[in-house]
């Protein structure tokens, strides 16, 4: 009973502490004589150092979970910078030169990724691609069976589905035209990837079936028809790759095109360090004995 008092006195205290100081926060006059909200040692913590915390905080509870959170955090890490402070020796606390290099090192990396994000090419035409792709056959080996098909789930309750098995299968053009118009209309998923490699695993997830031999079975069927209690599964196998063979150009696109940013970000780098250091060794900036 006293608990639940107490936890409901606290609450209520800490809220209109809240409420005062974002009211005071946002008058033009300084906080003065604030009192602390936690102590670890000598270091004390006010509820203005939560000031960006708590920015955008309305909830009651809400800002009184984050001021907990906040505390016991802060609580925690003076403690133990208190330990590290007690316990290790004057030569390890002196992390002056570690600080220096991790200051020099955030710093030139800070440059260098505003330099790529103003000088980077991003775009990467078809033939760099087909050039890269060709040149590195052994790159982009399949891990597992890949597809182009048509998917179609139909609820039961669509009217005469026979009309799907009969237009997914065709290659003529008005069929094709016929079953958009139908799945658009009455499909709960309709994807057409014939001119998208797809994972047939990432298929197989989609429909109630257990394919045990993917590479028989994708040798010797060009359709998938399953149901199961609320939906029909059509699937028409257009086109498939086997796990091992070499993917295919256009689903290897995904893979190259990251390497050669990477060799761009590369050289761009090093270009930049060449040319900086060659410029103001020019300027008598630097002397190399």
């Known amino acids: 009973m006293y608990k639940k008092i107490f936890n409901k006195f ?67 890490k003076q403690v133990l910078l208190h330990l590290a402070e007690t316990n290790l020796s004057d030569e390890q606390k002196n992390v002056t030169r570690e600080l220096d290099n991790y200051k020099t090192s955030l710093l030139i990396y800070k440059y260098q990724q505003s330099f790529i994000s103003q000088k980077l090419d991003t775009v990467i035409s078809e033939q760099e691609l087909t050039e890269y792709y060709n040149a590195h056959p052994n790159e982009f080996q399949l891990e597992e069976n890949i597809v182009k098909v048509i998917f179609i789930e139909l609820p039961k309750s669509a009217p005469t589905p026979e009309k799907v098995k009969i237009l997914y299968t065709s290659t003529k053009i008005k069929d094709l035209k016929k079953l958009d118009e139908y799945c658009n209309k009455y499909a709960f998923k309709y994807d057409d990837f014939k001119k998208k490699w797809i994972s047939f695993n990432s298929l197989l997830e989609m429909i109630p079936t257990n394919i045990t031999d993917q590479e028989t079975f994708l040798k010797t069927n060009k359709q998938i028809e399953v149901a199961d209690t609320n939906y029909y599964y059509f699937v028409n196998l257009k086109e498939f790759q086997l796990a ?46």
């Open 244 to 289: 091992g063979n070499p993917a295919p150009l256009e689903f290897a696109v995904k893979l190259i095109t990251p390497i050669i940013l990477t060799k761009r970000r590369i050289e761009l780098l090093n270009n930049l360090e060449n040319n900086a250091l060659k410029t103001e060794l020019n300027k008598k900036n630097v002397e190399i004995y």
């Open 10 to 76: 606290m609450k209520n205290f800490i809220f209109l502490t809240l409420l005062l100081f974002i009211s005071v926060a946002c008058s033009s006059e300084k906080i003065t004589d604030e009192k602390p909200i936690a102590r670890v040692f000598n270091e004390f913590l006010y509820l203005s150092d939560l000031k960006d915390v708590l920015s955008g905080i309305t909830s009651k509870d809400d800002s009184i979970s984050l001021i907990k959170s906040f505390i016991e955090k802060w609580s925690k």
